[in-house]
């Protein structure tokens, strides 16, 4: 069975930093690209970021790109997010997920993981 | 960015009856949309990618259709467990974008 299990969430402070960690089973890790998607209390979903599969290759969202890196370790199917200079409005549950075609393609997202929420609050 | 609305905001069924959601992109994505459920507390789930194809595992009750910028999720007889919200995604480019969100009420 394909799975994502994603883990790191906490509550922290407004500037501090906290690394996301997102384990997949059942799949060839190596062979597909993941993205992190977040969704703040009540609203809809915002894609954050993508990494390729061999881990080439990274994609921002806007809101975050200078602030979040991904990198992922295929030796151990993990792929992580590590977040500095939070702020309030990155407060949200965020989920990893798999894209769907291949090592390049993230746009299409088939499995999620259950999410790990997210507080920046002083 | 792509911008994706949908319509409506919320819509009220009963079992049994047939619903169906909209979404428009701002520019043409040829079929390169992706439509998920959520259930409160719940991660997304892939209902449809490609504007039409039924991912694995998806009821058949469950279709999807359109090109460009003009697309549609139909449910063709509502079921208790289908009461969610839907997200329609276009995978066209990045970053990929979400509309708001539909929530289908009792």
């Known amino acids: 069975e394909v799975q994502l299990l994603a883990s790191g969430g906490g509550m922290v402070q407004p500037g501090g930093s906290l690394r996301l960690s997102c384990a997949a089973s059942g799949f060839n890790f190596s062979n597909y690209a993941m993205s992190w998607v977040r969704q703040a209390p009540g609203k809809g979903l915002d894609w954050v970021s993508a990494i390729s599969g061999s881990g080439g290759s990274t994609y921002f969202a806007d809101s975050v790109r200078g602030r979040f890196t991904i990198s992922r370790d295929n030796s151990k199917d993990t792929v992580y997010l590590q977040m500095n200079s939070l702020r309030a409005e990155d407060t949200a549950v965020y989920y990893c997920?798999?894209?769907?075609?291949?090592?390049?393609?993230?746009?299409?997202?088939?499995?999620w993981g259950q999410g790990t929420t997210v507080t920046v609050s002083s | 960015d792509i911008q994706m609305t949908q319509s409506p905001s919320s819509v009220s069924a009963s079992v049994g009856d047939r619903v169906t959601i909209t979404c428009r992109a701002s520019?043409?994505?040829?079929?390169?949309l992706a439509w998920y459920q959520q259930k409160p507390g719940k991660a997304p789930k892939l209902l449809i990618y490609s504007a039409s194809n039924l991912h694995s595992g998806v009821p058949s009750r469950f279709g999807g259709s359109g090109s460009g910028t003009d697309f549609t999720l139909t449910i063709s007889s509502l079921q208790p467990e289908d009461f969610a919200t839907y997200y329609c995604q276009q995978a066209n480019s990045s970053p990929p974008t979400f509309g708001q969100g539909t929530k289908v009420e009792i």
């Open positions: 997920a798999k894209g769907r075609y291949g090592s390049n393609y993230f746009y299409t997202m088939d499995v």
């Open positions: 520019q043409g994505i040829s079929i390169w």
